[in-house]
């Protein structure tokens, strides 16, 4: 079996380029920095709501209510393929929810 010269990438060989690599690992972080954002400013936003003297069933839905809006879900179906892959924000709700209920747990 032949291996190709070094300077010839093989069509068969999967690995990341380094450029790639770089890429994939900037956008994660930066994706996680974002998403560490949000989480804090959603938790000072019960805590404004909080002192405003809202319920915590009442903050909750103010925070799902704002995301809804916030991201127009509408829950119509989505016109091309590449439209039909899930979003991450597509699971925002649900994330939002469970960061809402760990800053402000139920009595």
């Known amino acids: 079996m032949s291996q190709s010269p070094p300077n010839h990438r093989n069509p068969h060989d999967d690995r990341l380029t380094p450029?790639?690599?770089?890429?994939?690992a900037s956008a994660s972080q930066a994706h996680l920095t974002s998403q560490d954002e949000l989480r804090d400013a959603v938790c000072h936003y019960l805590d404004h709501l909080r002192r405003r003297g809202l319920t915590r069933e009442r903050a909750l839905r103010q925070v799902r209510e704002f995301v809804s809006e916030m991201h127009g879900f509408t829950g119509a179906a989505p016109a091309k393929a590449m439209d039909r892959l899930p979003r991450p924000m597509d699971r925002m709700p649900m994330l939002l929810n469970?960061?809402?209920?760990?800053?402000?747990?139920?009595?």
């Open 98 to 107: 469970d960061w809402c209920n760990a800053y402000w747990p139920a009595s």
């Open 19 to 24: 450029e790639l690599r770089l890429t994939l």
